[in-house]
């Protein structure tokens, strides 16, 4: 697929954010879309660009990149034969989806896009990206006074564990689709289980 391709070339090295995580977000996404009848080809596209642009999380403009990202998309869409129509479907869905918008997706497109992204950012592989961008900016693991976050409201600008009560336990709630909601509470699990055994080892 062209446009897969063109991706690949494009998306920065960021563990967190690489071509992987858009190859495992679209696999959910399909996965999704087939059980809600939404328009696969649409949902792979929105998928496939929903990244073109990824700021580090310490960069002021990271709050900018899913709506640049949309911005983006469309001049690429436009290579690939898409009608104006489908164009305006993929990129609103592209802008909609980051969690620091607050927005759900007007679009059956737009909500499984929004649903198979924050699946990747819980679970096994969550824990994982997590770590790896708590590593890359520099973030203590935990705060030694209280770890998990009892007495004090979550910081995640410092403390890597910090951002699994200020986003990842809350993801499952925010799920716009029924198959998006049934796996985001198996992964769920998976944070609980392992928050539960870092209390005995810490």
């Keep these: 697929m062209r446009l897969e391709k063109e991706v690949q070339k494009r998306t920065r090295s960021d563990s967190a954010h690489d071509f992987q995580h858009i190859m495992r977000v679209l696999k959910n996404a399909q996965k999704i879309a087939r059980k809600e009848r939404a328009n696969i080809r649409l949902v792979t596209a929105a998928v496939l660009l929903h990244d073109i642009i990824s700021y580090p999380k310490s960069d002021p403009r990271s709050k900018n990149s899913s709506s640049e990202s949309a911005i983006m998309a ?92 200020r986003k990842l336990l809350l993801l499952e709630k925010k799920m716009n689709t029924k198959s998006g909601k049934r796996e985001a509470r198996n992964r769920t699990r998976v944070l609980k289980k392992f928050i539960n055994d870092l209390q005995k080892e810490i």
């Design 74 to 165: 469309r001049k690429i869409l436009k290579k690939y034969h898409y009608t104006s129509d489908e164009i305006e479907t993929i990129s609103d869905a592209i802008r909609d989806h980051s969690f620091s918008k607050g927005v759900t997706p007007r679009s059956l497109e737009g909500k499984i896009l929004q649903d198979a992204d924050r699946l990747d950012a819980i679970g096994a592989i969550g824990i994982a990206r997590t770590f790896a961008v708590g590593g890359a900016e520099n973030r203590s693991f935990y705060n030694k006074d209280d770890p998990f976050c009892k007495n004090r409201i979550p910081n995640d600008k410092i403390y890597t564990l910090d951002h699994f009560y």
